[in-house]
Protein backbone atom coordinates (compact mmCIF):
# COMPACT_ATOMS: atom_id res chain seq x y z
CA UNK A 1 0.00 0.00 0.00
CA UNK A 2 2.90 2.11 0.90
CA UNK A 3 4.83 1.78 -2.78
CA UNK A 4 1.51 1.97 -4.62
CA UNK A 5 0.83 5.46 -2.67
CA UNK A 6 4.38 6.86 -3.42
CA UNK A 7 3.84 6.03 -6.96
CA UNK A 8 0.00 7.46 -6.82
CA UNK A 9 1.23 10.89 -5.76
CA UNK A 10 3.60 11.61 -8.82
CA UNK A 11 0.56 10.53 -11.07
CA UNK A 12 -2.10 12.93 -9.42
CA UNK A 13 -0.13 15.76 -10.09
CA UNK A 14 1.02 14.73 -13.63
CA UNK A 15 -2.37 14.79 -14.63
CA UNK A 16 -2.94 17.97 -12.65
CA UNK A 17 -0.39 19.63 -14.92
CA UNK A 18 -1.56 18.18 -17.79
CA UNK A 19 -5.14 19.52 -17.38
CA UNK A 20 -3.19 22.88 -16.38
CA UNK A 21 -1.80 23.12 -19.82
CA UNK A 22 -4.96 22.30 -21.60
CA UNK A 23 -6.70 25.34 -20.01
CA UNK A 24 -3.50 27.34 -20.67
CA UNK A 25 -3.77 26.39 -24.48
CA UNK A 26 -7.07 26.77 -25.00
CA UNK A 27 -7.01 30.66 -24.18
CA UNK A 28 -4.04 31.10 -25.97
CA UNK A 29 -4.80 33.62 -28.44
CA UNK A 30 -1.43 34.49 -30.80
CA UNK A 31 -1.76 37.44 -33.49
CA UNK A 32 0.49 39.25 -36.09
CA UNK A 33 0.18 42.28 -37.64
CA UNK A 34 1.82 45.74 -39.45
CA UNK A 35 1.89 48.94 -38.15
CA UNK A 36 -0.70 51.38 -40.03
CA UNK A 37 1.91 53.49 -41.92
CA UNK A 38 3.31 50.70 -43.48
CA UNK A 39 0.31 49.58 -44.41
CA UNK A 40 -0.81 52.78 -45.72
CA UNK A 41 1.93 53.75 -47.65
CA UNK A 42 2.05 50.29 -49.72
CA UNK A 43 -1.54 50.67 -50.32
CA UNK A 44 -1.51 54.46 -51.39
CA UNK A 45 1.38 53.97 -53.67
CA UNK A 46 -0.63 50.88 -55.84
CA UNK A 47 -3.86 53.10 -56.07
CA UNK A 48 -2.01 55.97 -57.30
CA UNK A 49 -0.31 53.92 -59.68
CA UNK A 50 -3.78 52.15 -61.01
CA UNK A 51 -6.18 55.36 -60.80
CA UNK A 52 -4.58 58.39 -60.06
CA UNK A 53 -7.52 60.41 -59.14
CA UNK A 54 -9.12 58.01 -57.01
CA UNK A 55 -10.25 59.00 -53.62
CA UNK A 56 -10.34 56.85 -50.30
CA UNK A 57 -10.57 56.31 -46.82
CA UNK A 58 -8.17 54.02 -44.53
CA UNK A 59 -9.58 52.01 -42.13
CA UNK A 60 -6.26 50.45 -41.06
CA UNK A 61 -4.61 50.52 -37.63
CA UNK A 62 -6.28 49.97 -34.42
CA UNK A 63 -9.42 48.15 -34.04
CA UNK A 64 -11.24 47.02 -30.66
CA UNK A 65 -11.70 43.62 -29.58
CA UNK A 66 -14.90 42.75 -28.46
CA UNK A 67 -16.99 40.04 -27.23
CA UNK A 68 -19.13 38.23 -29.26
CA UNK A 69 -21.77 37.30 -27.06
CA UNK A 70 -21.14 40.77 -24.72
CA UNK A 71 -19.48 43.16 -26.86
CA UNK A 72 -17.20 44.43 -23.88
CA UNK A 73 -14.04 45.86 -25.09
CA UNK A 74 -11.26 43.02 -24.51
CA UNK A 75 -8.54 44.89 -26.21
CA UNK A 76 -7.07 46.15 -29.49
CA UNK A 77 -5.68 44.63 -32.71
CA UNK A 78 -3.80 46.20 -35.90
CA UNK A 79 -5.17 45.58 -39.00
CA UNK A 80 -4.33 44.00 -41.58
CA UNK A 81 -3.77 40.66 -39.25
CA UNK A 82 -3.75 37.39 -38.63
CA UNK A 83 -4.17 35.14 -35.56
CA UNK A 84 -4.08 31.57 -34.67
CA UNK A 85 -7.07 30.55 -32.51
CA UNK A 86 -10.51 28.77 -32.84
CA UNK A 87 -11.95 31.52 -30.98
CA UNK A 88 -14.64 33.74 -32.97
CA UNK A 89 -12.75 37.00 -33.44
CA UNK A 90 -14.96 40.57 -33.28
CA UNK A 91 -13.59 43.87 -34.30
CA UNK A 92 -14.91 47.34 -34.32
CA UNK A 93 -13.73 50.46 -36.14
CA UNK A 94 -15.11 53.95 -36.06
CA UNK A 95 -14.79 56.50 -38.84
CA UNK A 96 -15.71 59.79 -39.82
CA UNK A 97 -17.00 60.18 -43.56
CA UNK A 98 -18.29 63.83 -45.05
CA UNK A 99 -20.57 62.46 -47.83
CA UNK A 100 -20.95 64.64 -50.81
CA UNK A 101 -23.98 64.34 -52.99
CA UNK A 102 -24.49 61.50 -55.68
CA UNK A 103 -21.08 59.67 -54.39
CA UNK A 104 -21.00 55.94 -54.38
CA UNK A 105 -18.85 53.77 -52.09
CA UNK A 106 -17.26 50.53 -52.10
CA UNK A 107 -15.81 48.93 -49.33
CA UNK A 108 -12.35 47.15 -50.40
CA UNK A 109 -11.25 43.74 -48.04
CA UNK A 110 -8.49 42.51 -49.57
CA UNK A 111 -8.19 38.61 -49.15
CA UNK A 112 -9.11 37.21 -46.17
CA UNK A 113 -8.88 33.72 -44.78
CA UNK A 114 -11.75 32.13 -42.25
CA UNK A 115 -15.56 32.73 -42.31
CA UNK A 116 -16.41 36.24 -42.09
CA UNK A 117 -19.38 38.98 -41.48
CA UNK A 118 -18.47 42.18 -42.09
CA UNK A 119 -21.20 45.19 -40.98
CA UNK A 120 -21.57 49.36 -41.54
CA UNK A 121 -23.58 50.87 -39.32
CA UNK A 122 -25.72 47.53 -38.31
CA UNK A 123 -26.25 46.44 -42.04
CA UNK A 124 -25.33 43.45 -43.39
CA UNK A 125 -23.08 43.65 -46.29
CA UNK A 126 -20.97 40.63 -46.09
CA UNK A 127 -21.74 36.78 -44.92
CA UNK A 128 -19.40 34.24 -46.44
CA UNK A 129 -16.24 32.00 -46.55
CA UNK A 130 -13.77 33.62 -49.53
CA UNK A 131 -10.52 32.13 -48.69
CA UNK A 132 -7.21 33.88 -50.55
CA UNK A 133 -9.87 35.93 -53.05
CA UNK A 134 -10.37 39.73 -52.37
CA UNK A 135 -13.31 41.13 -51.31
CA UNK A 136 -14.57 44.12 -52.69
CA UNK A 137 -18.42 45.14 -51.43
CA UNK A 138 -20.59 48.33 -53.03
CA UNK A 139 -22.07 50.30 -50.21
CA UNK A 140 -25.74 51.87 -50.38
CA UNK A 141 -24.96 55.54 -49.92
CA UNK A 142 -28.44 55.74 -47.21
CA UNK A 143 -26.54 53.16 -44.98
CA UNK A 144 -23.71 55.11 -44.87
CA UNK A 145 -23.81 58.16 -41.70
CA UNK A 146 -22.65 61.76 -43.00
CA UNK A 147 -20.22 61.95 -39.97
CA UNK A 148 -19.57 58.95 -37.51
CA UNK A 149 -19.68 55.47 -38.50
CA UNK A 150 -19.17 51.80 -37.55
CA UNK A 151 -17.73 48.89 -39.25
CA UNK A 152 -17.75 45.83 -37.52
CA UNK A 153 -16.06 42.16 -38.54
CA UNK A 154 -16.57 39.15 -37.45
CA UNK A 155 -14.11 36.19 -38.29
CA UNK A 156 -13.96 32.36 -37.50
CA UNK A 157 -11.28 30.15 -38.31
CA UNK A 158 -12.75 27.70 -41.26
CA UNK A 159 -12.03 23.92 -41.62
CA UNK A 160 -10.31 24.47 -44.47
CA UNK A 161 -9.92 21.43 -47.04
CA UNK A 162 -7.85 20.73 -50.06
CA UNK A 163 -10.85 22.29 -52.86
CA UNK A 164 -10.85 25.51 -50.88
CA UNK A 165 -7.60 26.54 -51.92
CA UNK A 166 -7.06 28.05 -55.43
CA UNK A 167 -5.54 26.37 -58.81
CA UNK A 168 -3.17 28.86 -58.82
CA UNK A 169 -1.52 28.37 -55.44
CA UNK A 170 1.27 25.29 -55.17
CA UNK A 171 0.31 22.32 -53.67
CA UNK A 172 2.46 22.65 -50.61
CA UNK A 173 1.01 25.89 -49.53
CA UNK A 174 1.97 26.11 -45.82
CA UNK A 175 -1.35 27.02 -43.73
CA UNK A 176 -2.13 30.26 -43.51
CA UNK A 177 -3.46 32.10 -40.87
CA UNK A 178 -7.36 32.98 -40.56
CA UNK A 179 -7.34 37.01 -40.51
CA UNK A 180 -7.77 39.67 -42.43
CA UNK A 181 -4.37 39.58 -45.46
CA UNK A 182 -4.38 43.24 -46.98
CA UNK A 183 -5.40 46.62 -45.76
CA UNK A 184 -8.90 48.08 -45.93
CA UNK A 185 -9.86 51.13 -47.45
CA UNK A 186 -13.35 52.75 -48.48
CA UNK A 187 -13.47 53.47 -52.30
CA UNK A 188 -15.06 57.12 -52.61
CA UNK A 189 -16.49 57.49 -56.49
CA UNK A 190 -18.14 60.38 -58.25
CA UNK A 191 -21.45 60.24 -58.81
CA UNK A 192 -20.39 60.16 -62.48
CA UNK A 193 -17.59 57.69 -63.59
CA UNK A 194 -16.19 56.05 -66.89
CA UNK A 195 -18.32 52.47 -66.11
CA UNK A 196 -16.96 50.78 -69.28
CA UNK A 197 -13.90 51.39 -71.64
CA UNK A 198 -13.28 50.49 -75.06
CA UNK A 199 -10.32 50.56 -76.81
CA UNK A 200 -8.09 49.71 -80.05
CA UNK A 201 -4.67 50.17 -81.81
CA UNK A 202 -4.00 50.43 -85.31
CA UNK A 203 0.33 50.04 -86.47
CA UNK A 204 0.51 51.47 -90.23
CA UNK A 205 4.09 53.03 -91.16
CA UNK A 206 5.90 52.26 -87.96
CA UNK A 207 3.08 54.37 -86.16
CA UNK A 208 0.53 53.70 -83.66
CA UNK A 209 -2.82 54.68 -83.75
CA UNK A 210 -5.19 54.56 -80.58
CA UNK A 211 -8.80 54.71 -80.71
CA UNK A 212 -11.34 54.06 -78.10
CA UNK A 213 -14.90 55.08 -76.16
CA UNK A 214 -15.69 55.63 -72.86
CA UNK A 215 -19.15 54.71 -71.25
CA UNK A 216 -20.60 56.67 -68.42
CA UNK A 217 -22.65 55.19 -66.12
CA UNK A 218 -24.52 58.05 -66.42
CA UNK A 219 -24.94 61.06 -69.61
CA UNK A 220 -23.19 64.80 -69.22
CA UNK A 221 -25.03 68.13 -68.33
CA UNK A 222 -26.11 68.98 -71.81
CA UNK A 223 -25.27 72.68 -72.85
CA UNK A 224 -22.26 72.50 -70.93
CA UNK A 225 -19.79 71.66 -74.01
CA UNK A 226 -18.87 68.39 -71.81
CA UNK A 227 -16.85 65.94 -74.16
CA UNK A 228 -15.25 62.46 -73.34
Known amino acids: MNLTGK?????????ILIS???LVKADEFVYYSLPEEKVNESLEAQLRWQVPQRQWLFLNGDWQIKHPESGDVLGV???PCTFRSDTRLLLEKKFDLR????????LNLGEMNGFV??????????DNLMNYYPVSLPVDPAQLNNGDNLIHIEIT?????????PGFYPILLPQVDTGILRGIYLEIRSGRFVEQLAASATVADSQVTLQGAALLNQPLP???GYQV
Not at 7 to 15: C, G, M, R, S, Y
Not at 117 to 126: A, E, G, P, Q, T
Not at 158 to 165: C, E, K, Y
Request: aromatic share 14%; proline share 4%.
Open 7 to 15: HLAPVIFFW
Open 20 to 22: AAS
Open 77 to 79: MRV
Open 99 to 106: KLPQSQFV
Open 117 to 126: KVRVNDHLLY
Open 157 to 165: RDARRFGDV
Open 222 to 224: AGR
